[in-house]
């Protein structure tokens, strides 16, 4: 099979690129690009006009809930993976909260296999740290990797026993995978679900205070220092928290971090006396102060990518009352149109920085094989219309979950193409079965 991408404009940090060109893609790999102003042609094949398009490295977003197995009427693998596509992205790490928990290799080996059959997106799989996510005991890490998973979180909660997460970072660091961490103090944070505030006190409902995600992360970054075990801060929230990561990152120690979009752009004050549970999340939108600083530090590199949580739930849930209704937002498609929105179409960020937080630096946390813009590459390739204005609507989701906190939002730039080993997942913005 041979496409032929033309007239696109090709950014690629990692290759110094940054130009208008034509791109050959065959049997799954780039075979040419073509230099500044030349045009290029193949003999037979498709060729897409990608003028006025952004063309990079596959998106990756390494912080997904595809709740398959066991949740299957929320999200399934095949609807993901859709959802996935529609956002942009080429590929996507699960995590392992799922019923029953991925925490044995023979789990992982079934999700990789149902996988392969269900979409074209790429689905990396993560594994428990512990048992059932009980943190009682370790899980079957070893068998996991061998199975083919790549990071291994509890998320969904944090480790609470010291010791436990000690020896799993000790256990972990022999495979040179990451290990992902959900930072919650269980007894700090006890019923909150909004951050502990005047915002919270307003509207009467239970407070999450900040020192219960930055405790852990501070704990956790100390047993970094003591066993060596690459460390990665899920979902970061709060000034602190990053400031943690600062001093840790000053230190050389194998240390990263990721934000969420609904983090980057809303904050407490988001949450009205409406109770749009579409708000609640874990952990939940912190302070306005919070939010800037993590923007401020998305863009200078302290955080190092961008991660949706994308964590779908369905309707009758969503429509509890705000105490009982699960926490978490949907994601992955419209991450990219916030992104580009929100800090580059405002000069806040550069398409070149853009693409080292959502492509290169997730391969390079999780260790996968890196995705360039050059010749014999795989061709996992993103194609952003970086114009188009689209409205977030609840009938708008390849996702079987619509509970989304950007509903509403008139949202700028979209994916128009994703190509996974070359082969078209989404074309001119519709899923390719």
Not at 44 to 59: N, S
Not at 266 to 281: A, C, I, Q, R, V
Request: hydrophobic share 40%; aromatic share 4%.
């Amino acid at each position: 099979m041979a496409l032929l991408l033309k007239g696109g404009r090709l950014i690629d940090p990692a290759c110094k690129l940054d130009r208008v060109t034509d791109i050959v893609i065959r049997d799954g790999k780039i075979v040419e690009l073509g230099a500044k102003g030349k045009k290029l042609s193949i003999p037979k094949g498709t060729e897409i006009d990608c003028t006025g398009c952004i063309i990079t490295p596959g998106l990756v977003d390494m912080h997904v809930h595809l709740r398959d197995p066991g949740y299957e009427y929320k999200e399934d693998l095949a609807s993901g993976g859709a959802a996935a596509a529609k956002g942009g992205f080429t590929a996507v790490l699960g995590m392992p909260n799922t019923k029953p928990i991925i925490d044995t290799g023979s789990r992982v080996r079934a999700v990789n296999e149902k996988a392969r059959e269900a979409t074209r997106t790429k689905i990396l799989v993560s594994g428990s740290l512990t048992s059932g996510l009980k943190g009682e005991a370790l899980s079957e890490m070893g068998d996991m990797h061998a199975a083919g998973a790549v990071a291994f979180t509890d998320d969904g909660r944090g480790v609470q026993d010291n010791s436990l997460m000690l020896r799993a970072m000790e256990y972990v660091k022999q495979f040179g995978a990451p290990v992902l961490t959900h930072c919650q103090d269980e007894e700090l944070v006890a019923d909150g679900v909004v951050n502990e505030g005047a915002v919270s006190t307003r509207l009467g409902l239970a407070g999450w205070p900040a020192l219960g995600e930055e405790l852990e992360i501070a704990r956790d970054i100390a047993l970094c220092e003591l066993t060596g075990c690459p460390l990665h801060i899920q979902h970061i929230s709060t000034k602190r928290g990053v400031e943690l990561v600062a001093s840790a990152k000053e230190k050389g120690l194998p240390v990263t971090c990721e934000v969420t979009p609904h983090h980057l752009f809303l904050s407490e004050e988001n949450l009205d006396e409406t109770y749009n549970t579409n708000f609640k999340m874990n952990p939940p939108l912190r302070t306005e102060a919070d939010r800037n600083f993590l923007v401020d530090a998305l863009v200078k590199g302290t955080i190092d990518c961008v991660a949706t949580d994308h964590a779908p739930h369905a309707r009758h849930e969503k429509s509890l009352e705000f105490e009982l209704a699960p926490f978490g937002t949907t994601g992955l498609e419209t991450a990219l149109s916030l992104m580009v929105t929100h800090l580059v179409d405002k000069d806040l960020l550069d398409w070149d920085v853009l693409v080292e937080r959502m492509a290169h630096a997730p391969r390079r946390i999780l260790a996968l094989e890196a995705a360039k813009l050059k010749v014999g590459a795989t061709a996992d390739l993103t194609v952003i219309d970086p114009e188009i204005i689209w409205t977030v609507t609840p009938d708008c989701f390849e996702s079987k979950s619509n509970n989304s906190a950007f509903i509403g939002a008139e949202l700028k730039g979209r994916a128009r193409h994703v190509f996974v080993d070359g082969y078209a997942t989404l074309e001119n913005g519709k899923v390719v079965a």
